[in-house]
């Protein structure tokens, strides 16, 4: 006899443990050959938004997610949602919209280390550096110890040749807390160059460079050269 597609109600849970699991691929699949009802589609929408989300197939995610922030009462799931879409629109260049996202969460109350520096990277994105340090600062005041907040802080500080010590202080203290990110490793890197420390810029820009194929890494060790060559 064969079997039918799985209830809506039987999928969702299955998938739910299937994601909590990392077993992306396997979420999407159950959920896309199971039937639901039109009162279980926002459950089967975050699910499936989440899961592409993880998986790097953003076009697809946020197909998923804008309906569930459009469709659903505020709740923890909206929350998470739209943290997901601003993250996704960060990543894509779309800073705009991600403060966007960012923004209704503050409106919601939603203040976190996390939302605020986020917040810094999409001003900063927009061309706005002093109001992503501001995020930044915001940040650090309810998580002094945040990396995130500090490398962002310190990299932007650097960015705007402003206190170039505390820049680095920041930036040490970040890379301490997460030796192997080459993000935080180019931050560290490029204020050492502001500071005319070319040996510690050239030795964090090229690990960051090594272990990362990124564009901006790459300008940040170009200019990097060129203050050697003009020496």
Known sequence: MKKGKPSGAGAIAKAGNEYRSGDYEAAILT???ATVDEDEY???????????ARLGRFDEALLYLEQV???????????????TLAYV????????????????????????????????????????????????????????????????????????DRDLQKALTCCRKALDADPGNPAYADSIGWTYLRLGMLAEAGRFLGQAAAELDDEEIREHLETYEKAVGSR
Not at 42 to 52: E, F, H, Q
Not at 72 to 83: L, N
Not at 92 to 120: M, W
Not at 139 to 147: F, G, K, S
Request: glycine letters at 8%.
């Open 69 to 83: 922030v459009t469709q659903s009462v505020p709740d923890r799931r909206v929350d998470q949602c739209r943290m």
């Open 89 to 160: 629109y960060a990543v894509t260049g779309r800073a705009k919209l991600a403060e966007y996202e960012l923004k209704k969460l503050l409106e919601a109350d939603k203040k976190s280390p996390r939302v605020f520096s986020a917040l810094g990277h999409a001003s900063w994105k927009q061309g706005r550096l002093d109001d992503g340090i501001e995020w930044y600062a915001k940040a650090l005041e309810l998580d002094p110890e945040n990396p995130t907040a500090l490398n962002g802080y310190g990299y932007l500080l650097a960015c705007a």
């Open 31 to 33: 959920l896309g050959q």
């Open 42 to 52: 926002v459950d089967l929408a975050y699910l499936l938004g989440l899961s592409y």
